[in-house]
């Protein structure tokens, strides 16, 4: 087979490189601009990259929470990861976004060695959906470079086409979502896609909104060795919001394997002005 | 009126001394005192008032994830609390627990001065819930002392009375909770509170396992205007599990008030041994 040159734009956003101990540089990645600067999702897969490159790394991530402190500008970003808690089976790390200009984000991370025990999941898959091949992929035309950058196929929910300020009763939404082009999946896809989901409120009033994450949290119930099993299929996404009020509402997600694994549960707060 | 010399305990668990810029110090207090070491939303409403206490702070806190990084001893401890960037109208926090043999915890807050603008509850409260003087007092007796600081009457879901390995389809719980003593409802309460949904596991299995909180995120969606209208009511509280696999579970719960706003809402994820 011939050697391909092509790197998925995701790898090339979290190529980070070591720039002194616990201190690692990259930039931020035009195939994941947001309408200003980048999508938060790939910044909380940068975040979370810093820890997984980190020489002194234990285990694999099962709990992730960054918060967006600053909008990121497009260039150069720093990432300050520290290993503040060491234990035998699981590791706490406190790490640190910098810009010019300051602190743009902050995350903590739990990693852990997995064992074996009795497992069930006790949340509730969507059942009767079509497959992925069944619906019709979201238009991204005239989108953000980020939308482009995952495969979209709402089975519920969809982004609203135009905002005709039909308030709906509730902003669930279902969807099968993989990265595009075709990756396998991982860690760092799986921080990122957390961050997918379109903000509820859209959904749910089918308006303008001045929004921003302030806070995202994923726990990762997927090890690495259920992450190759999903390969680069698609996962099928479900989020709903919980509350809105005075300025901030939560959401909350879980992406699902095809064959019914919850991969992660992620929960984010939201600043709107309306 | 006499005056009253009591003082609440949680009061004294969170009556931090400054000990030098960004440091506070306090003990943990016997009557939040777990099986080992002190009850986990104690220690989470310490570390928040670590900020809430801090000269810079600004506005309230809006989104709050508690890190528990290692056992902590019964004792001194201490919290480094930076404010790692303050906008105008949002402050970012990164909180350390430490005691003599290092971190213990650690934390990220997010405080808001916030607006008012439309508001909606989409998450639902449970209905035909019976008023909480119509439901008895969960019986204490021979429990940690924490339990014994909160006044917890189940609708649904109570932690078993004995551990019969019943394996039961759910672990979803609903009750009236309120510290004990009565005390008027301010954030340090709600985050305390929100830790004080028992492990889903023991609910869901019915047997004995050891568990312990690594990640704790809670949305504090009241102000302090919404919380001094619940005052030193009961609140009803709502927790189910999402997932167990390979040694972790996620659950999330509710607070809901009285009259149907949603206080918090809070996720945590959960080491278990079987």
């Known amino acids: 087979m011939r050697h391909h040159a092509f790197m998925h734009p995701l790898d090339e956003a979290i190529a980070l490189q070591i720039a002194a101990p616990n201190e690692f540089k990259v930039a931020t990645h035009p195939a994941y601009a947001n309408m200003v600067g ?7 897969a940068q975040l979370l990259q810093s820890a997984m490159l980190h020489p002194d790394r234990l285990g694999e991530p099962v709990a992730l929470t960054v918060n967006f402190a600053a909008p990121v500008a497009d260039g150069d970003i720093r990432f300050l990861a520290r290993p503040v808690r060491t ?19 902050t995350a903590t991370a739990v990693f852990a060695v997995r064992r074996e025990t009795w497992s069930d999941v006790e ?11 069944a619906v019709p992929r979201m238009a991204v035309k005239g989108m953000p470079a980020w939308p482009q950058r995952y495969d979209m196929r709402f089975v519920d929910g969809a982004f609203p086409t135009v905002f005709d300020e039909q308030e709906q009763t509730h902003s669930r939404s279902c969807l099968w979502v993989r990265d595009e082009p075709e990756r396998a999946m991982d860690f760092a896809s ?50 709903k919001a919980l509350n809105y009020r005075h300025g901030y509402f939560d959401q909350t997600g879980e992406l699902w394997s095809p064959e ?7 929960h984010q707060l939201v600043y709107f002005k309306d």
């Open 38 to 44: 980048p999508f938060g999702g790939t910044t909380a």
């Open 87 to 105: 234990n035998r089976s699981t590791q706490h790390w406190i790490i640190e976004a910098h810009q010019a200009e300051g602190v743009v984000g």
């Open 123 to 133: 949340a509730v898959m969507p059942t009767n959906t079509p497959v992925p091949d």
């Open 190 to 239: 799986l921080a990122a896609m957390s961050d997918s989901f379109f903000p509820r409120i859209y959904i749910r009033r089918r308006r303008r909104a001045l929004i921003g994450t302030v806070s995202l949290t994923t726990y990762f119930h997927a090890d690495s060795a259920l992450l190759a099993q999903v390969g680069s299929r698609h996962v099928l996404g479900v989020a």
């Open 260 to 266: 019914g694994q919850l991969l992660a549960s992620t």
